[in-house]
C-alpha cells in the first residue's frame, strides 16, 4: 500500500503564487508516473501536469509558461509551482501516482488540497 500525503494548498489573490508537495510511502516501489489534477465543484477532474521516470512533463493548455513539475525521486515527492494563479483555477488538487510493486502497476490518489485563488 502507497500512501500519497499532500501539502501547500491555500488561499492565494489572483496573480500570486502557490507551491504544492506530494509525498508518497509505504511499500516498496518504484514510481513510474507523478501527475497534479484539479477539480472545481460540478466539473470533472482534469490533468494539470504530469511527469514521467525519465523526466519528462506534459501540460494542459492553460497551465502551460505559468505552472511547472518536479520531482525529486530521492524523498518520492512530486511538486507543482503555480505562478500567475487565476480565480478560475480555484479547485482541489489532487496528487496522483502510477506505482509499480514487483510485476504490477498501481494507481493512487492523493485526499486533495484546496486552492483558492480570490480576485
Known amino acids: 500500500q502507497v500512501q500519497l500525503v499532500e501539502s501547500g494548498g491555500g488561499l492565494v489573490q489572483a496573480g500570486g503564487s502557490l507551491r504544492l508537495s506530494c509525498a508518497a510511502s509505504g511499500s516498496t516501489f518504484s514510481i513510474k508516473t507523478m501527475a497534479w489534477y484539479h477539480q472545481a465543484p460540478g466539473n470533472q477532474r482534469e490533468l494539470v501536469a504530469s511527469i514521467n521516470s525519465g523526466g519528462s512533463t506534459n501540460y494542459a493548455d492553460s497551465v502551460k509558461g505559468r505552472f511547472t513539475i518536479s520531482r525529486d525521486n530521492a524523498k518520492n515527492t512530486v511538486y507543482l509551482q503555480m505562478n500567475s494563479l487565476k480565480p478560475e483555477e480555484t479547485a482541489s488538487y489532487y496528487c496522483?501516482?502510477?506505482?509499480?510493486?514487483?510485476?504490477?502497476?498501481?494507481?493512487?490518489w492523493g485526499q486533495g488540497t484546496q486552492v483558492t485563488v480570490s480576485s
Open positions: 496522483y501516482e502510477r506505482v509499480v510493486v514487483g510485476l504490477r502497476e498501481y494507481d493512487y
